[in-house]
């Protein structure tokens, strides 16, 4: 079988496996309750209620938490800064920071592939809050940097980056290599100071993430920029 007809089946088994799930949302009442639920735990912006959520399944709870952020993934954009607060409260620090990143891999690499079986056009009908042509720019001129650097910023869409790599040449290994090293820092330090920290304090907290995550983004640039310059002035 050719590239190109793998693409088309791989496309269409995309599109049935979608409407299967429409239609299950729709007219299975067990999955409707269940998707909406997570779906209002996810808007309440509550930690608290996520880990009630989470300790609910008792042993089970690392299943779903993985399935979790695996959901949110898809479904962009949910922030799945809550599931890593979340982890880390119910299997601490780094127990938590393992299963969020993990877990945050596993679902960019799966929006990656959605994003180059589907194509532009589906990735746009299931992104449509956000701009693909806001990205492309960048993705054309800094490839794996603008992963890296958007990985750093907190307050841009996880998903939607993932997506928009897929549309790119990028190859899937440099994409979770960017990836993960862009977001190991911020998972890390969610998980440990989000361990000891409720209420309120997080949403301080997070805002300072960002004010750091910033000037990283900052600092990154410049060093590609002068990088890009030096090069120029050979």
């Known amino acids: 079988m050719s590239k190109l007809n793998k693409r088309k089946l791989a496309r269409i088994l995309l599109i049935l496996f979608m409407l299967l799930a429409v239609v299950a949302f729709y007219f299975v009442p067990g999955v409707r309750s269940k998707v ?15 880990v009630g959520y989470l300790r609910s399944f008792g042993i089970w709870a690392v299943v779903i938490s993985f399935l979790l952020m695996m959901f949110q993934s898809i479904i962009a954009p949910l922030p799945a800064f809550l599931i890593t607060f979340a982890n880390a409260a119910v299997f601490g620090w780094w127990q938590g920071a393992l299963l969020s990143w993990t877990s945050a891999m596993a679902g960019a690499l799966v929006c990656f592939y959605i994003a180059r079986i589907a194509g532009r056009d589906i990735v746009e009908r299931l992104n449509k809050n956000f701009s693909l042509e806001s990205l492309d720019a960048y993705f054309d001129r800094y490839g794996k940097h603008t992963i890296l650097i958007c990985r750093l910023l907190p307050f841009i869409s996880f998903d939607f980056v993932s997506y928009a790599a897929g549309l ?28 000891n920290l409720t209420g309120s304090t997080k949403t301080i907290l997070f805002g300072l993430l960002s004010m750091f995550a910033l000037f990283i983004a900052v600092y990154v640039f410049k060093q590609i920029y002068q990088g890009r310059q030096a090069k120029t002035n050979k």
């Open 36 to 50: 909406t639920q997570v779906l209002m735990l996810f808007r309440s912006m509550s930690v608290e209620s996520i």
């Open 168 to 195: 790119t040449a990028i190859k899937p290994i440099p994409f979770l290599i960017a990836t993960g090293i862009g977001q190991l820092p911020a998972t890390v330090v969610y998980s440990y100071v989000g361990s």
